[in-house]
């Protein structure tokens, strides 16, 4: 029987909304800055096919990498309308976000207790 790797799946993509949510508020936080360039994080899609095997901590002082530190970029402006100041924040668009990423918080939690019941019920029987 093959192991059920559902539980880590949703575990990476709560750790990958996380990161999204925080680059989004950055975002926002940063709407009245001048020059600064909108950040996004990859697809969840994208960081599942390149993070791989890492690096094992094996003592509690060694630092564990972060592999979605490398899905966040800046932008392209050319398809977003450049404020005077150089900002390229579209607040509609960042707030639409964090409404997208509440929902997929509230979706990997429903499939994690609605697996977590099946799981309970198969072992009860």
Avoid: C
């Avoid at 936080?29 to 001048?34: L, R």
């Avoid at 909108?38 to 960081?47: G, K, N, Q, S, Y």
């Amino acid at each position: 029987m093959q192991p059920i790797q559902l539980f880590e799946l949703t575990s990476k993509q709560a750790h990958w909304l996380t990161v999204r949510q925080s680059v989004v508020a950055g975002n926002i936080a940063n709407a009245n800055t001048p020059g600064y360039a909108t950040r996004e994080v990859a697809a969840f899609e994208a960081v599942l096919q390149e993070t791989g095997t890492r690096m094992a901590a094996t003592h509690p002082g060694h630092i564990q990498e972060n592999p979605l530190r490398g899905s966040v970029s800046s932008r392209d402006s050319r398809n977003v309308e450049v404020q005077p100041s150089g900002n390229s924040v579209n607040l509609p668009d960042e707030l639409s976000k964090t409404g997208e990423i509440k929902r997929m918080y509230e979706l990997n939690t429903g499939m994690v207790k609605a697996f977590h019941k099946m799981m309970l019920l198969t072992v009860r029987r």
